[in-house]
């Protein structure tokens, strides 16, 4: 019965998932105001005891987390017997390394970090892929002399030092770039008082700051890895591959709890803010209403790009991303897709 009760809510997941990408396309004010496509309870197990388990995020509180927050507050997790505890990650607290000290079970990370992961010899398995495309940016000022990517050669390029920078090398390496790669912690200012000619940004994070300061987005040239030959995939859900064989019906509830926080999330945006603020309130982090809806925005088109994937890798995004980073020297080595993903033996 509790199988066949999943069975059901995925199917009932993809239905409103669709229903959801359906009414973004059409309209985005009836994707706020309509609610009755969203679960607001999901099928209670018969069981007292919740499983108390932790999952870190792989940045500080924001709302590229949103979901994670929505279905612990919203009571996803407890449906599913999960007694969450929420940990916030960050450059000091990086999620690969919380999940390999067993500090927490269940952590997200890029799909470039999990796949070094594994090419280091850590074995992890992906229970859930929120991100269907690649949000990253490279972002120069025209005044750079930067308009076309062959423009980049013999610049200085601002790459992050923490296990973010993986897209960006690889997009470097496939257009045979020559560069100075200057090492840079996450501020804008880096670009804005030209100490490097291009960085890397999150279109949901560091664009949206760089162009509050002041800049005309005019004056900058973009390149969207995406559009560029890199489109891998982001943030995903991961686990220990030795704790995903022992628990596997957690992982599942776990992964299925998360989804549904996003599909609530992204149908009630006033909701999901104050809620993602509470987050931002309690860590001591600065609480911009405006950025934060612009990131929320932002990551409902990386959520939301392959409705038919919704939750999922696919195989073939799997093998290009990997088949990328090899061919680019990133890793060397990857394993199977049966072996990376969580999928099918919780069906």
Known sequence: MQLENRRVSSVVKIILVLSLFIMLSCDKEKLIEKKDNTPSTINKFNSKKLNTITFQTQWLHQAQFAGFYVAKQKGFYSNYGLNVQIEMGGPENPSPVALQNNKAQFVSMFLTSA????????????????????????????????????????????????????????????????????PISWTVNVL??????????????????????????????????ADNGVNIPEDGIYCRKEFYQNNKDMCHDFAEATMDGWIYALNHEEETLAIVLDYLRAAHLPANI????????????????KPEQFGKLSEQDYSFSASMLIGNKVITKQVPYAEFVGYEATK
């Open 115 to 182: 796949l070094r992961e594994i090419n280091d010899g850590h074995q992890i398995v992906n229970i859930a892929q929120i991100s269907q495309k690649s949000s990253l940016l490279l972002v120069a000022k025209k005044s750079s002399g930067i308009l076309k990517i062959n423009d980049i050669n013999g610049k200085r390029v601002g790459l992050w030092i923490n296990d973010f920078k993986e897209p960006s090398i690889t997009f470097l390496n496939k257009n045979r770039i020559k560069a100075e790669i200057v």
């Open 192 to 225: 804005t008082n030209d100490v490097v000619d291009i960085m890397n940004m999150m279109v949901y994070n560091e664009y949206d700051v760089l162009i509050n300061t002041g800049i005309d987005p005019k004056e900058l040239t973009i390149f969207p890895l």
């Open 290 to 305: 405006p950025h934060q809806k612009w990131m929320l925005t932002k990551l409902r088109e990386a959520v939301l790009a």
